[in-house]
């Protein structure tokens, strides 16, 4: 697949984009299906190869907060360690946009690990981007505004669809935030009154300044 192909670990490695696709599943789901539960067993990796995935973490009160994106060319680090260390799931997968993802089971992980010293670059390029992206997280969460966070989180959607028109609830969005629904609501409508954004049915328009 083209995808594989352009990431840079494996551009060096053609024999391992040959293995990837021999004994990967691909499978497409549309946005908002759910790959990956928590507490689930990891029998699998995957590999993003078009849209996008979101990584979800849920309390034990039942709120949820965005971790991290995965787009096309990335797989989830957190699958990867849970999967080889025989643990099951700490995060929620859920589709984002439609996608098509390759997943690789997880004795062909460690096989390639030993193998394919370009697949074990890429996991550690991999970790290194959701360890740096979890300390932007835990900086948010302790230094910023809700109203920031939101705004901030617009943006990613934004550069990660490249369209300024994001069809999201003010839900999803208090989910991802692991706010209230009325305080997203109420700082959306600042947003509105201070021209940066459009409100619409089940969407946001960007303004662009």
């Not at 996008?52 to 989830?76: F, H, M, P, Q």
């Not at 260390?85 to 996608?99: C, G, L, M, P, R």
């Not at 901030?152 to 069809?167: A, C, F, P, S, V």
Request: aromatic residues 8%; charged residues 30%; negative net charge.
């Amino acid at each position: 697949m083209e995808q594989l192909e352009q990431i840079t670990e494996f551009k060096s490695s053609p024999e391992l984009v040959e293995k990837l696709q021999q004994y990967s599943i691909r499978k497409e789901y549309k946005a908002g299906s759910i790959i990956l539960n928590e507490n689930a067993s990891i029998r699998s990796i995957p590999i993003v190869t078009k849209g996008t995935l979101k990584v979800i973490r849920t309390e034990d009160d039942g709120k949820e907060i965005l971790l991290y994106y995965i787009k096309a060319g990335e797989s989830c680090i957190m699958s990867f360690l849970g999967g080889m260390h025989n643990e099951t799931s700490k995060v929620k997968a859920e589709v984002e946009e439609d996608a098509e993802i390759l997943f690789l089971p997880m004795d062909k992980v460690t096989l390639f690990i030993k193998e394919y010293p370009q697949w074990l670059d890429y996991i550690f390029r991999l970790y290194h981007k959701r360890f740096e992206e979890l300390l932007e997280i835990v900086n948010a969460i302790a230094f910023k505004k809700v109203d920031e966070r939101l705004l901030d989180l617009l943006y990613k959607k934004q550069e990660l669809t490249g369209n300024n028109t994001l069809n999201i609830t003010h839900e999803q969005l208090a989910n991802e935030l692991g706010t209230a629904r009325a305080v997203v609501s109420r700082l959306l409508k600042q947003l509105e009154e201070n021209g940066m954004v459009k409100l619409g049915r089940n969407k946001i328009v960007l303004v662009e300044s």
